[in-house]
Nanobody, 123 residues
Framework: QVQLVESGGGLVQAGGSLRLSCAASASGSIVSINVVGWYRQAPGKERELVALIKSGGSADYTDSVIGRFTISRDDAKNTVYLQMNNLKSEDTAVYFC???????????????WGQGTQVTVSS
């Protein structure tokens, strides 16, 4: 069984910073993780892709977070981070991470989601 666990959410004032973590774990060892994305869903809105990072380290961002958010990965720890700076009230949402493919010691897992972490930015 494989899972992703997000952490690092919380309540912060506008202009503040948070760092989210997405840690992958499995009953066996994880050989590699392909693309990992951070998504968010605000109340009454559809889930949107915020940032993604590929296995080689290249990253893409949605326009609204460029210059404020940075995605990174530590493959030795099977963890992806989202550094969020200069947070705005419109960043308030539940943040989820997703891995499109994880190669495991015993097989491959596809399209794995975490349970989400709440980020609330007060103005």
């Amino acid at each position: 069984q494989v899972q992703l666990v997000e952490s690092g959410g919380g309540l912060v004032q506008a202009g503040g910073s948070l760092r989210l973590s997405c840690a992958a774990s499995a009953s066996g060892s994880i050989v590699s993780i392909n693309v990992v994305g951070w998504y968010r869903q605000a109340p009454g809105k559809e889930r949107e892709l915020v940032a993604l990072i590929k296995s080689g380290g290249s990253a893409d961002y949605t326009d609204s977070v460029i210059g404020r958010f940075t995605i990174s990965r530590d493959d030795a720890k099977n963890t992806v981070y989202l550094q969020m700076n200069n947070l705005k009230s419109e960043d308030t949402a539940v943040y989820f991470c997703n891995a499109d493919r994880l190669r495991l010691a015993y097989g491959t897992a596809y399209d794995v989601w975490g349970q989400g972490t709440q980020v609330t930015v007060s103005s």
